[in-house]
């Protein structure tokens, strides 16, 4: 059974820092690209940052480059998002997501999610 478990939101001061973690279980995590995503109130789901399976690759939304960096560490089913001088629209439940397609369906696995709220 996939999970998908994410921490270390909380509220922080406009510039400030967090470090969202997820913790992965239930599949092969070395296979699969890992994605955080948020959602802010009365906005829609948006992606912020992606990661190829092997790490050596990512990339983000606009939003958030040069402030966010994405990164994983395969020895512990961990991916992770370092947020750096956070602003108030940053403000958002921030999930974590893995996807993949095979012939005869979309695997679509989320997270709980874990709230960030910047804030003076």
């Known amino acids: 059974q996939v999970s998908l478990v994410e921490s270390g939101g909380g509220l922080v001061q406009p510039g400030g820092s967090l470090r969202l973690s997820c913790v992965a279980s239930?599949?092969?995590?070395?296979?699969?690209?890992m994605n955080w995503y948020r959602q802010a109130p009365g906005k829609e789901r948006e992606l912020v940052a992606i990661?190829?399976?092997?790490?050596?690759?990512?990339n983000y939304a606009d939003s958030v480059k040069g402030r966010f960096t994405i990164s994983r560490d395969n020895a512990k089913n961990t991916v992770y998002l370092q947020m750096n001088s956070l602003k108030p629209e940053d403000t958002a439940v921030y999930y974590c997501?893995?996807?993949?397609?095979?012939?005869?369906?979309?695997?679509?696995?989320w997270g709980q999610g874990t709230q960030v709220t910047v804030s003076s």
């Open positions: 997501n893995t996807r993949w397609q095979t012939v005869v369906r979309l695997y679509d696995y």
């Open positions: 239930g599949f092969t995590f070395t296979s699969y690209a």
């Open positions: 990661i190829t399976n092997t790490g050596r690759s990512t």
